[in-house]
């Protein structure tokens, strides 16, 4: 099933968080990874006492179109790009959408699984459209004997990707750049090298990811490559829960990486950083099982996990670099260093984790949120998890420590038409009661975040929609490498991503999304938006924190997708800072091939997901929000 076509950054993140950067949700088999079989998949309403009282599927017929629809191509030499193409995009394979439903031939034929068949379609990035549907092709009356043809039908993205992430401020400044293959061969596997650049992170590397390990259901991702000061590698196989109802889930990984973790300070619109170099290691295996029927789902799940974060020479090692020539960095004076000491205590752990869930889910379908036309799959309803970790005595190091993890997550959605509204809220701790390295005890690494998004989709303005944003992370007594800023593509936009740095944040965000249905609405799809935004950051006790006050953007841009009806969205937007500091970085060209802001970028705080280090949810086993 699924697994999500990472960006650079996307990779940057779970490096950090020592977790492969895949998100996948497998379909239905053992967990042994046996081929495709839908009847080990108990439907919803249907028993084998009661045989099958809707009747029987006995044909699947799969439709797989490519990316332009022939009858959508214009005349002339508009017509050149996408008859092109068509020409040279391998088409996803019908054997590979088939095995990609929860039924087959000779199953009961019930409404909810061809529903949540197409819902794990849709979720492959490779995937611009996808309707699955049942046609009752006999002629009786009674329900019992009724015979069913299902039919799939799908278009294509264009898979093979060139992507950048560019800002423009005092001069181009190239932040990533991405050869990719998202399907290759027409079976759902990416491939992809990137060169990520971005301040102190600086990726050059490689992925691999699969979702059918050797046929299997098992999903495999791999990735490695080359930092500024050594090397990163991961590896996670796993098989997540299938859609709403898949019952069992599994994972083992493992990843090894050296990096910086970047400081900022100085000045709005000319910052320096102060790098600490880290060693982050991981080995992980978790398994879980889901109870109850879709709509009520209750989890249980059991982490083991063994996390050592080192500071390699610390402080010796600690650099600065002036501006952004991260090529020519200096030794940073002792008072530098000695202000990131107390974030380079936070040692090694293995711990045992009990993993608990409830998920009260239902769908809906709305269109033009985070893409221009494209559909998405909208949770509604409640989904909860707590994650309680204890460490194992003995765990095998003389930094090992003694303390007591907890993780919660909530997350809770309505849409009432016209309006689709989210939270999510998560925080997350250890009760610290020994240390060897300091006499230190209590609450320690509390790190909390919450958003708040709002759409609103009016019908006297068919074309727009607006959205409105509240977002909030921060940090308490953190003993390990943890900075956030207010400016950046998340942010307060008119601020680069390293200006105004503290351990307190809070944004808000509104935006005007407007679709024109013009020039070429049959090609490629073509909009554009208006957004401002206004936050406040606070020092929290982290290295170089300072109080923001308020400060303000506005902002303006275009945004493209292509084919029509992608649910991919390129953005250029152009922002301004308003108020204290306004002039300091003058007009931010920003270039993005992902919206970030919304639930297609996720609700996680990426500078805070950079500082997660423990433990895992029963949430890793369900589709990325």
């Known amino acids: 099933m699924p697994i999500r076509a990472l960006t650079p950054l996307d990779l940057h993140l779970r490096i950090a968080l020592s977790v492969v950067a895949v998100v996948m949700a497998a379909p239905p088999g053992s967990l ?30 799969v439709r797989n179109g490519t990316v332009v629809a022939e009858d959508e191509i214009p005349d002339g030499v508009l017509g050149w790009g996408p008859r092109l193409a068509n020409r040279v995009h391998i088409r996803t394979r019908r054997g590979f959408l088939r095995s990609e439903l929860l039924v087959t031939e000779g199953d009961c034929y019930d409404p909810f699984l061809i529903e949540d068949s197409e819902r794990i379609i849709r979720r492959y990035g490779f995937i611009s459209s996808v309707e699955v549907f049942a046609v009752r092709i006999d002629e009786g009356e009674e329900d019992e004997s009724a015979r069913w043809r299902v039919v799939v039908e799908t278009s294509d993205e264009w898979s093979t990707r060139v992507e950048i992430t560019a800002e423009f401020d005092n001069g181009l400044d190239l932040r990533s750049a991405a050869l990719a293959e998202t399907n290759l061969l027409g079976r759902g596997m990416t491939v992809r090298g990137f060169l990520l650049e971005d301040d102190a992170a600086r990726l050059l590397g490689a992925q691999f ?52 973790f970047a400081y900022a300070f100085g000045e709005t619109g000319s910052p320096s950083f102060a790098l600490l170099p880290t060693r982050d290691r991981s080995v992980s295996a978790t398994v879980a099982r889901r109870f109850g029927n879709p709509g009520s789902l209750s989890i249980v799940g059991v982490n083991l996990a063994r996390e050592t974060l080192d500071f390699p020479g610390y402080p010796e090692t600690v650099d600065i670099v002036e501006g952004r020539a991260f090529d020519e960095t200096e030794t940073a004076r002792p008072e530098v260093a000695e202000e990131l000491r107390g974030q380079t205590r936070f040692g090694a752990g293995t711990r045992v984790s009990l993993l608990l869930g409830q998920r009260n889910i239902d769908f809906v379908q709305r269109t033009g949120l985070d893409a221009l036309r494209g559909v998405q799959d909208v949770e509604v309803g409640t989904d909860i998890s707590l994650s309680l970790g204890r460490t194992v005595r003995g765990g095998g190091g003389d930094r090992d420590v003694s303390d007591m993890f907890v993780r919660l997550r909530y997350y809770g959605a309505t849409a009432p038409a016209p309006w689709v509204v989210v939270s999510n809220i998560s925080l997350e701790g250890r009760q610290l009661f020994f240390d060897p390295s300091a006499d230190r005890s209590g609450w320690r690494d509390v790190l909390a975040e919450f958003d708040l998004l709002a759409y609103w ?28 800023t207010l400016g950046g593509r998340r942010g307060v936009r008119g601020f680069d991503s390293a200006d105004l740095p503290g351990g307190r944040r809070v944004v808000l965000t509104l935006e005007d999304r407007v679709y024109f249905g013009w020039p070429f609405r049959e090609t490629f799809d073509l909009g554009a938006t208006l957004f401002a935004d206004v936050g406040r950051i606070w020092p929290g006790n982290v290295p170089f924190g300072v109080d923001s006050g308020w400060r303000g953007t506005v902002g303006a841009g275009l945004r493209f997708g292509f084919p029509t009806g992608s649910r991919g969205v390129v953005r250029l937007d152009l922002a301004h800072a308003v108020g204290p500091e306004a002039g300091r970085n003058g007009l931010i060209l920003r270039i993005a091939a992902v919206d970030l802001i919304g639930l297609a970028g996720g609700l996680a705080d990426t500078q805070l997901v950079r500082s997660i280090r423990i433990g895992t949810g029963v949430d890793r086993f369900t589709p990325a929000r």
């Open 32 to 61: 042994a990874g046996a081929q495709t079989d839908a009847r080990a998949i108990a439907p919803p309403d249907v028993g084998a006492v009661n045989g099958c009282p809707r009747g029987t599927i006995t044909e699947i017929e």
């Open 209 to 260: 990811a699969t979702p059918r390990l050797l046929g299997s259901r098992a999903n495999l991702g791999l990735s490695f490559g080359t930092t500024r000061i050594g090397e990163f590698r991961s590896v996670e196989v796993a098989f997540p829960f299938v859609g709403e109802v898949g019952t069992w889930a599994w994972q083992l990984g493992a990843s090894d990486a050296e990096d910086y």
């Open 457 to 484: 989709q009016p019908a006297s303005l068919p074309r727009h929609t607006l959205l409105a944003r509240l977002s909030g992370a921060g940090g308490w007594s953190v003993d390990l490498p943890y900075q956030l």
